[in-house]
């Protein structure tokens, strides 16, 4: 197994411009998490998926945010008309309750970072 | 609502122990994780504690009181390699983890 992939893992844009990342979890992992990190803080919860179903969305995030798991496999998340505020590191994850533990630990991919200019 | 604390930055030595804390409140709770990050890297699963209590885990142990909202990492003969941030989780019901800032752990010769 591979791990959790994400593309592209830097992009930079314009404030105003639109971006979509992809997320591709551990092959059979059914739930799939976004989250987004700033320096010197902890990831801040985004959304999550149980196949292909969108269960939670935080309050936080404005309508400019959107993200899908179309087929219960791999992930985008699209922010539109960014803003330099939307600077960050964005996480994907995956879990499984086949680990053992009563809520599966999350196995992160290495980010996409995300520069608005 | 939802917080978590733990100290911003701890500093200890080498093959010395340290302990760091962390108290949360939730609306939900299904347990707590502990994730360890090292610098321009992912969170990587420490611990996870869903009882009341210690568990151990070779160099790293971590203990969870849940009427208390208190948990702490222990981590024992330092290595440097333990120098990173450490990432208090509580799992708030509903297979939804949120993140504490992180303690960032100096960890000196």
């Known amino acids: 197994d591979t791990g959790v992939s994400q593309d592209p893992r830097h992009k930079i844009t314009k404030r105003g411009q639109n971006v979509t990342f992809r997320c591709d979890p551990i092959s059979e992992h059914n739930r799939l998490y976004w989250y987004r990190q700033t320096l010197g803080q902890g990831p801040e919860f985004l959304t999550y998926?149980?196949?292909?179903?969108?269960?939670?969305k935080s309050r936080l995030l404005s309508d400019r945010f959107s993200a899908e798991r179309p087929k219960g496999s791999f992930s985008t998340l699209e922010i539109q008309r960014t803003e330099q505020g939307d600077s960050a590191m964005y996480l994907c994850?995956?879990?499984?309750?086949?680990?053992?533990?009563?809520?599966?630990?999350?196995?992160f991919g290495e980010g996409s970072r995300l520069t608005v200019l | 609502g939802q917080n978590i604390d733990q100290p911003t930055e701890m500093t200890a030595t080498e093959g010395a122990i340290v302990q760091i804390n962390c108290t949360y409140q939730t609306s939900g709770f299904n347990g707590l994780f502990w994730y360890q990050q090292h610098a321009g890297e992912a969170p990587t699963f420490l611990s996870y504690n869903v009882l009341d209590g210690l568990e151990e885990k070779g160099r790293f142990s971590s203990f969870l009181s849940r009427s208390k909202g208190y948990s702490y990492l222990l981590l024992k003969e330092l290595q440097m390699k333990d120098s990173a941030s450490y990432l208090c989780a509580p799992n708030t019901g509903g297979f939804k983890t949120i993140f504490g800032a992180g303690t960032r752990l100096f960890v000196k010769a």
């Open positions: 994850a995956s879990s499984s309750v086949d680990t053992g533990l009563l809520i599966g630990e999350l196995f």
């Open positions: 998926f149980q196949n292909e179903a969108q269960l939670e």
